[in-house]
């Protein structure tokens, strides 16, 4: 293999997009892209509604940045997301050059969604597919640039240090069982997000939180772990584990929310219904589930002509037709799902961590974008503001640090096995905390650590396996999720329960 300069870890939108403009900025870099599965597992391709950005005459800069703002609590950095609103057309105009097809109305105008906490129609989409079709075109575009190299079934499993700097990546590769010390200037996370560390959620099996495991173990530390985003209208399946969702577009087109009474009752809890933001629709279903044991709650398109739904929202009723329901004739049944991690790893404005050569982009990131609640159709937008930052900071100042190749070891020994009930268990008690039951969460943190310091070890003498790594992960991050709440529920407790000794 030829020695990487670059190293970026996730192959998403927030991936991929960081090393195109690193291509673009300077094709003598030589940048790899770790992915620890295939090509089509990643929540980039779960995305439906699309990408915001203010497009039309009749919207401005001002309602994004306040609709954002509003979204998220006021607990934005306001200088973020007025950068952010200000960079967002310009980097959707970098998808189109990059052979991105976003629908156009019968005018040749953009067409334009509009989504709950949205004052304008300012969402652009490719159908309500609009994630898939931008992962398919971004994946076309690096295998086309001969600088970009990708790395399948590739898990990052430690970030290499060196002065209080990044210098590299553990990187097991689960086709030959072998872990591979890689050295490079920078290394990007590019992980995405931790859906699941919760029980059930709209991420894809591979959002098992290794950026946050990564960055932890590293000596970084998180923050705003529990301001975790549940999305509204996942399909009640009677399954836990990944579940799918209707894209809140079709809220904006008309879609409504009804218990088994037939209520509107969203009206009770904020008087924009079913246009209101994703954290505010969530608490409300979760109050009206448990004010009665018989209580249902769906989504209600049986008004909508079936002919719209098919053209508009292909994705959403071919979803329901392969669930036994037709979305213009049947009520869908729903509950809330884990969807998107607000917190995570801090960065300052040009995505760099506080370890230096360290950068973060999209979900796992802490840019200050969201505050408490994420604003619909901003995550995508984000990753590719950040990874454009990231790209210039980078060949801006590229570093002197020489690449290494070296083959640690060779096939390891049978790995522990994790219980699954159990680390389900701490899934149902991060959950419940989340949602407000007074529980004591300090004898469940200290049983999360001790088993995640478990597998730590056995990784540390190189037996390992992806179940192991992924689980690993996903301790962590239940562990900085229970901690961050602990932190700001009880701000007279100013240190952590993690043990000074832990992972030196």
Partial sequence: MEEPEIIIIGKGIAGMATAIYLAENSNSLKILLLDKSDDNDCSTRFAQGGLSAVWSEKDSKKKHLEDTLRAGRYQNNKSVVKDFVENCPNRIHDLIRWGVKFDLNADFS????????????????????????????????????????????????????????????????????????????AVILATGGSGQAFPMTTNPPVASGDGIGLAVRAGLLTENMHHFQFHPTSIWTGHLGTVPLITEALRGSGALI???????????YDPRGELATRDVISQAIWEELNSSPSRQIYLDA????????????????????????NLAINLIPISPAAHYQCGGIPVDPNGETRMKNLFAVGEIASTGLHGVNRLASNSLPEALVFAK?????????????????????????????????????????????????????????????????????????????????????????LYEILNSFLENDLPHQKNRVRSSTSNQ
């Avoid at 652009?124 to 600088?147: A, P, R, Y």
């Avoid at 009804?258 to 009752?265: M, Q, V």
């Fill in 389 to 477: 930052k990231i790209a210039d900071k980078i060949c801006s100042k590229r570093n002197e640090i020489s690449p290494e190749y070296v083959v640690l070891s060779g096939k390891p020994t049978t790995p522990p096995i994790v219980s699954n009930s159990e680390i389900f268990r701490f899934k149902v008690f991060v959950q419940r905390v989340l949602l407000g039951e007074k529980l004591d969460v300090v004898p469940i943190l200290l049983s999360i650590q001790t088993t995640y310091e478990k597998l730590d070890l056995f990784i540390d003498q190189h037996i390992i396996d992806q179940n192991l790594l992924s689980n690993r992960n996903i301790l962590y991050t």
């Fill in 302 to 325: 049986r008004h909508l002509e079936e002919y719209f739904l098919k053209e508009y929202f292909p994705h959403a009723y071919d979803t329901c037709e392969k669930l036994g329901l």
């Fill in 258 to 268: 009804i218990n088994n009474l037939g209520e509107r009752f969203l009206f009770r």
């Fill in 110 to 185: 953009q067409s334009l969604h509009r989504e709950g906490g949205h004052q304008e129609s300012r969402i652009l989409h490719i159908g309500d597919h609009s994630g898939q079709s931008i992962h398919k075109v971004l994946l076309s575009k690096i295998q086309q640039i001969k600088s970009i190299k990708v790395w399948n079934s590739a898990y990052a499993v430690d970030l290499i240090q060196q002065n209080k700097s990044c210098c590299g990546v553990k990187v097991w590769d689960e086709i030959s069982e072998t872990l591979y010390f890689l050295k490079s200037s």
